[in-house]
């Protein structure tokens, strides 16, 4: 994305992925708070809403500007995008990716752009791509990306203070809280970010210290009734509909369910399966320790990609699997599969 691009265009539209997480809201709110101090008509388009949990990165006087897909009014929101003169998607590296919005995304003639950390962007679906793995997440990427335009010069302080905010707030989430993914800009972004006034603490305190009751007892049902570890070390957890229905389960409840095994000394792998309600896909999401691949755990058996040690895919009732209770058989089976490629001093020789 260059400063062209926006000089050139009056109004902008911003995309990205179904049940968006904090680096997808970050990345798209902060582009949104700067082109809005441009002068620009910007609208953000989502194709879900947002977990309960993330409700507090959006502010209020932004909450106007952001159309969640809705099929009965499909006609408005298609006449919308095609109005829009440039459109720019953050955080996905395929159009698949971006739901009920992918038609109407390929019929504009308007100017793409995508901005984006996956591996393999979906290049020719656009007409120019911003796309690095080796940051911490997209909202690093767009961070260096800001950094280049006039009126900023390489000053976080030039930034929309939202703007601000929002960057690092995808930064915290999508290294796990500087967990993993973590690069020596990362550190760098994060301390200028944190001179330039943004209220860390105050992200610490919203993201991980304002869950509700339900979500803390159904971490605790979890670890005492659906972790299963296998001697390869890999770990799983499977939540069907029901389990979701015991504890009241939104969408955002069970963010950092997947990382808690592997906290274990044995563990090496850890996916957590999760049936979503009114379809027939269960969600997938893989972590790892470094030396085993989650994204080609994810691409080999579970239709899905991301990084090195952090992926996710998904499995669909009655193609991979007869029902949800093969589930853990299909785990299990995938799991002989990738870890044979691993020597066998790589994994612990304490078994589970």
């Not at 194709?47 to 009014?73: C, G, H, R």
């Not at 853990?328 to 990738?338: G, L, P, W």
Request: include cysteine; hydrophobic fraction near 40%; charged fraction near 25%.
């Amino acid at each position: 994305m260059t400063y062209e691009d926006i000089q050139h265009s009056t109004r902008i539209a911003l995309f990205t992925h179904i049940n968006p997480d904090g680096d997808a809201l970050g990345s798209t709110l902060a582009l949104m708070a700067w082109l809005d101090s441009l002068g620009k008509d910007v609208r953000l388009f989502i194709p879900s809403i947002y977990a309960e949990s993330l409700a507090f990165m959006v502010e209020s006087k932004y909450q106007e500007k952001i159309t969640v897909w809705d099929k009965e009014n499909e006609e408005t929101i298609g006449a919308d995008i095609q109005s829009r003169d440039l459109l720019i998607g953050l955080d996905f590296n395929t159009l698949d990716r971006i739901g009920a919005f992918r038609e109407h995304f390929c019929a504009s003639r308007a100017r793409k752009l995508l901005i984006d950390h996956h591996v393999a962007p979906q290049a020719d679906a656009f007409d120019s791509v911003s796309s690095c793995t080796e940051v911490s997440s997209t909202c690093e990427l767009l961070y260096k990306i800001l950094m280049k335009m006039p009126g900023i010069d390489g000053n976080a302080s030039a930034l929309p203070a939202f703007s601000a905010k929002s960057i690092l707030t995808g930064i915290t989430t999508d290294t796990n809280n500087f967990a993993n993914s973590v690069f020596p800009d990362t550190l760098r972004i994060t301390s200028e970010l944190l001179a330039a006034g943004v209220d860390r603490d105050a992200i610490i305190q919203s993201l991980f210290f304002n869950y509700p009751e339900r979500r803390m007892r159904a971490m605790g049902f979890v670890l005492s009734r659906k972790m299963t570890i296998l001697p390869c070390g890999l770990a799983y957890i499977i939540l069907n509909k029901h389990d979701l229905a015991q504890f009241k389960l939104r969408e955002g409840d069970t963010e950092g369910f997947v990382n808690l095994p592997l906290s274990i000394d044995n563990v090496k792998m850890s996916i957590l399966l999760k049936q979503e309600q009114g379809t027939a896909n269960v969600r997938v999401s893989i972590r790892s320790k470094e030396g085993f691949s989650a994204r080609k755990m994810a691409m080999e058996h579970f239709h899905g990609g991301g990084h090195e040690k952090a992926s996710g895919g998904k499995l669909v009732i009655g193609k991979d699997i007869s029902h949800m209770r093969k589930a853990a058989s299909y785990v299990e089976h995938a799991a002989k599969a990738h870890f044979a490629q691993y020597k066998v001093d790589k994994l612990s020789e304490q078994q589970v």
